[in-house]
């Protein structure tokens, strides 16, 4: 119905960057938030950064002036520039989208696959 296809992970040393990217396609009326969260091994999944429709961000307190969530709303895809890298944030970075099917009521959240972002020390 609807698919998040998520891109751009990779191995990185620290203080590297890497951007990536998670395209929305499918049955979409409309996505209202978009964001990123990510798990590393043994913890919960947790929310890396945020980006409504109006573009309106928020972000974890980890990653504050390191990363930046942005979105293009003609193609449904949202981007997070991921620089200064830390060990840290090795993690598995899940893209998620609040999405209004037609001929739904209510929006319903979907998930990415999942990508792998690794930054070695």
């Known amino acids: 119905q609807v698919q998040l296809v998520e891109s751009g992970g990779g191995l990185v040393q620290a203080g590297g960057s890497l951007r990536l990217s998670c395209a929305a396609s499918?049955?979409?009326?409309?996505?209202?938030?978009m964001g990123w969260y990510r798990q590393a091994p043994g913890n919960q999944r947790e929310l890396v950064a945020t980006?409504?429709?109006?573009?309106?961000?928020n972000y974890a307190d980890s990653v504050k002036g390191r990363f930046t969530i942005s979105r293009d709303n003609a193609k449904n895809t949202v981007y997070l520039q991921m620089n200064s890298l830390k060990p840290e944030d090795t993690a598995v970075y899940y893209c998620?989208?609040?999405?209004?099917?037609?001929?739904?009521?209510?929006?319903?959240?979907?998930w990415g696959q999942g990508t792998q972002v690794t930054v070695s020390s």
């Open positions: 998620n989208a609040d999405v209004l099917v037609p001929m739904s009521l209510h929006a319903s959240d979907y």
């Open positions: 499918g049955r979409i009326f409309s996505i209202n938030a």
């Open positions: 980006v409504t429709t109006a573009g309106t961000t």
